[in-house]
């Protein structure tokens, strides 16, 4: 679904200085998404992993719902570094704040994380490479590790233990990096998934027979906390709904294309 921004939303989006998205390099230029809500305890950790890249990113859009910690300024600590900070009054769900996202960014390939996980240092440059070889290539992820944050000895209750450090195929928007058409065939994240609506695109990529690349790599470590609402039982619940809902559109979806 394409998010259209309501003309009496409030957004302050505020740029460190003035760039542009041409690519700098024979590789093609990353806009990275990053959504956050009260994410300060590990933001700079996540912010820093980004910027550290080798193929580093043309711009960082940190799409902010309505943080009442830190985050904001650790965020404009960041803005002479690419960064750019979108302030969401109301504050959009998950998936239209991507979807906002994807919407102002400028660069060729769109990658999207979390204020919370790790990318390792080349997870840009691996997957943009790919792109430069294959132009038939749409989107491209790769493998995720979850870990345990200090602070915590057992997975969150929603969390598979077994999966912990675990080299696991990463579908999840976290290791997702696309072209823009991906998005225009496929249509954008699903704002009626309060979760897994990353499941369900990628199940609707597959459908409309969009090329994937699938890095057979550890390029994200996906930090597991005690304020992690995305493992909680409530949302594992709310998860499995989802999967079984995307599993009837799929099959519905099938149907129609026969």
């Not at 803005?79 to 302030?87: A, C, K, P």
């Not at 906002?100 to 840009?124: M, N």
């Not at 597991?224 to 599993?247: D, E, I, K, P």
């Amino acid at each position: 679904m394409r998010f259209q921004p309501s003309e009496t939303r409030k957004r302050s989006n505020d740029l460190g200085e003035d760039w542009d998205c041409e690519a700098m390099t024979l590789l093609p230029s990353v806009s990275v998404i990053l959504n956050v809500k009260n994410g300060a305890q590990y933001l700079e950790e996540s912010l820093q992993s980004v910027l550290n890249q080798d193929h580093r990113p043309c711009e960082i859009l940190v799409v902010d719902n309505e943080s009442t910690d830190e985050t904001e300024s650790i965020a404009r600590k960041f803005l002479s570094q690419r960064v750019r900070f979108i302030s969401n009054h109301p504050p959009l769900g998950i998936s239209s704040s991507r979807n906002l996202g994807i919407q102002l960014a400028r660069g060729e390939l769109l990658a999207f994380t979390s204020h919370d996980d790790i990318w390792v240092p080349h997870k840009l440059r691996k997957q943009a490479e790919r792109f430069a070889a294959r132009r038939e290539l749409d989107y491209c992820i790769a493998l995720v590790r979850p870990f345990l944050d200090r602070s915590i000895s057992l997975p969150p209750a929603g969390f598979r233990p077994e999966l912990v450090g675990a080299e696991v195929p990463g579908y999840l928007v976290e290791t997702l990096v696309a072209r823009r058409r991906a998005f225009e065939r496929a249509g954008n994240f699903d704002t009626s998934f309060p979760q897994g609506e990353d499941t369900e695109w990628y199940a609707r990529a597959r459908d409309v027979g969009l090329k994937m690349e699938m890095i057979d790599e550890v390029l994200v470590h996906k930090r597991l906390h005690g304020n992690s609402t995305t493992y909680s039982a409530a949302r594992a619940q709310q998860w499995r709904v989802a999967v079984l809902r995307v599993v009837k559109q799929t099959l519905e979806r099938r149907r129609t294309l026969e």
